[in-house]
């Protein structure tokens, strides 16, 4: 640490070296309070909202109708449920959203007939562009980088086929390692490596690394199977078929890094990672789930239920976690216990601890008078 703000003396202090400091130290600080954004909206005539993905200060998810069976219309949150923007498309019977990054939303859409198309948005409703390839009959994007975009690709009720974009329809290039695999999707991306599924009997968790050949079935010897939704610095988390279920494990890019985090008693999955913490959910018999976060350890499971709001405690409360920013923002959904159990939308933010707080101010006033003694 001293060598880093030797270094940092030297060089000329800027406000964005502020912010990368603030974001490092609220990052690497241990989460043990998180407020609560409930992001729903009667804004739109839906009765529910489902919080999908979360980056660059932006959430993704999407609303349906409990009542009219209405189709889903993909939604864009920026921190507040008054910054609702509803992204569906005129002239399609119904949008989901996966997936957002640097203003670019991932997801897809459809026509009404069955099928489902791959698209791409960047923050309208307007800005729709459908990347569906010719030639397939089905496509999703189920995730995206700043670079590309993956998912899946298929003909007629044949299996689905992993694949991966670059920003057109032309670009799709398949992932599919063939061979005994049957079927296979991605689930995310962060441009260099792709996770998601593969099946062969059983769905086995998968990385790959740009191409087809670059394939990796991730199950760890004494499990069966698996999936990996989420990857981000070098971190890749999902889950794998043990005793008693599903249980949430993390890899750093072959099945010899497997880490089991599974918190005793109860039965898990990972849905995204940051790198250095996970997100997820909690099980207990059929039915039962809590949204919870980790941080690389089964030890370190956090119940995120527990900060939720009144109307979504007791008996039959449900809440999944299923995305994480750098900074640890979290979103997911909790089911209204007041409102019919009806799907809510809701953003877990983390709250520094006093010490955190006291430490980085410190540190930056620091900073701030080394810059004024060397200007005088």
Not at 250 to 272: C, K, M, Q, Y
Not at 296 to 311: C, D, K, Y
Request: proline fraction near 5%; include cysteine.
């Amino acid at each position: 640490m001293m060598t880093f703000l030797l270094y940092t003396h030297r060089m000329k202090w800027r406000p964005a070296l502020c912010c990368f400091l603030c974001a490092a130290a609220l990052s690497a600080a241990a989460q043990k309070e998180y407020r609560v954004t409930v992001l729903h909206s009667f804004r739109v005539p839906f009765e529910e909202s489902f919080g999908r993905a979360i980056g660059d200060g932006q959430q993704v998810g999407d609303n349906n109708s409990l009542q009219t069976g209405g189709g889903s219309h993909a939604m864009l949150w920026s921190g507040t449920p008054e910054s609702l923007i509803d992204l569906h498309p005129k002239g399609w019977s119904a949008s989901f959203m996966t997936g957002v990054i640097g203003g670019r939303q991932s997801g897809f859409v459809e026509p009404g007939d069955g099928r489902v198309f791959a698209a791409l948005w960047s923050g309208s409703a307007d800005s729709m562009v459908l990347l569906h390839p010719k030639g397939w009959d089905n496509s999703q994007l189920l995730g995206l980088s700043l670079t590309d975009q993956v998912g899946w690709v298929n003909q007629s009720r044949d299996f689905r086929l992993a694949a991966r974009w670059q920003g057109t329809p032309e670009s799709m290039v398949l992932l599919h390692p063939g061979g005994p695999y049957l079927g296979s999707w991605v689930n995310d991306t962060d441009g260099e490596v792709q996770v998601g599924q593969a099946a062969i009997g059983q769905i086995r968790p998968a990385l790959w690394r740009g191409s087809r050949e670059s394939f990796v079935d991730l199950t760890p010897p004494g499990f069966s199977g698996g999936e990996v939704y989420g990857v981000a610095n070098g971190q890749q988390a999902g889950w794998v078929g043990g005793p008693g279920g599903a249980q949430a494990a993390i890899w750093h890019g072959s099945a010899e890094t497997f880490v089991n985090l599974n918190p005793a008693g109860f039965g898990s999955r990972l849905f995204d990672t940051n790198g250095t913490q996970q997100v997820g959910r909690i099980a207990q018999g059929i039915g039962t789930s809590w949204a919870a976060a980790w941080s690389g350890t089964a030890e370190s499971m956090l119940n995120l239920h527990q900060f939720l709001p009144a109307q979504f405690r007791g008996s039959g409360e449900f809440s999944i976690a299923y995305g994480i920013d750098a900074g640890g923002n979290i979103i997911g959904y909790a089911r209204d216990l007041q409102a019919d159990r009806a799907g809510r939308a809701v953003m877990w933010s983390p709250v520094p601890e006093p010490g955190t707080v006291v430490g980085l101010a410190t540190l930056l006033t620091l900073l701030a008078t080394r810059r004024r003694a060397k200007t005088r």
